[in-house]
Antibody, heavy 115, light 112 residues
């Protein structure tokens, strides 16, 4: 059974960095593309970033390009999102999502950017 | 960009009645491999999203057969043949053909 468990969320002042992690289990992590999707409070879903199965390609939403970095460690079955230059617009629940087609989602971790 | 626009944004439905949600793309969602990467998700209150339909019309495992997807090119539809109480929530389409990926605004289904 696929399990995706996000961690690392919390309250962070504007401009400070934060790193989110996702621990994956129940499938062969190294064979699957992974994504991050976020949802601001009371709002819809926003695609954030994607990394291919071997880490060779990364794709980003325009809203985070140059500030966020997606990465993975296939030896540890973990997916990361390093976030820099955070603004209040980055406040959201961040979901770890499996595969190009988003077939499995974690429970999410809340990031609140506030002074 | 592959912007996708859903309608309606709010959908009150009587139990047992059908429901239909439209998703329209600004560009054709047919990829160079011939597949159309348009997917549908359900988000129940307080829960993470769950995929219902992938590549236009393929139901995910465990999804009731009252859910169906159809469409082609730029116009797509999610239909619920008979709405049940557990269907309450927000429904999203997502295009996986163009960069950046994009979700529709969401359609909130409620029981009338």
């Amino acid at each position: 059974q696929v399990q995706l468990v996000e961690s690392g969320g919390g309250v962070v002042p504007p401009g400070r960095p934060l790193r989110l992690s996702c621990a994956a289990s129940g499938f062969t992590f190294s064979r699957h593309t992974m994504q991050w999707v976020r949802q601001a409070p009371g709002k819809g879903l926003e695609w954030v970033a994607l990394i291919t199965y071997d880490g060779s390609n990364e794709y980003y939403a325009d809203s985070v390009k140059g500030r966020f970095t997606i990465s993975r460690d296939n030896s540890k079955n973990t997916l990361d999102l390093r976030m820099n230059s955070l603004t209040t617009d980055d406040t959201a629940v961040y979901y770890c999502v499996k595969e190009w087609g988003a077939d499995s989602w974690g429970q999410g971790t809340l990031v609140t950017v506030s002074s | 960009d592959g912007v996708v626009t859903q309608s309606p944004l709010s959908l009150p439905v009587t139990l047992g009645q059908p429901a239909s949600i439209s998703c329209r793309s600004s560009r054709s969602l047919v990829y160079s491999d011939g597949n159309t990467y348009l997917h549908w998700f359900q988000q129940r209150p307080g829960q993470s999203p769950r995929r219902l339909i992938y590549k236009v019309s393929n139901r995910d495992s465990g999804v009731p057969d009252r859910f169906s997807g159809s469409g082609s090119g730029t116009d797509f539809t999610l239909k619920i043949s008979r709405v049940e109480a557990e269907d309450v929530g927000v429904y999203y389409c997502m295009q996986g053909t163009h960069w950046p990926r994009a979700f529709g605004q969401g359609t909130r289904l409620e029981i009338k």
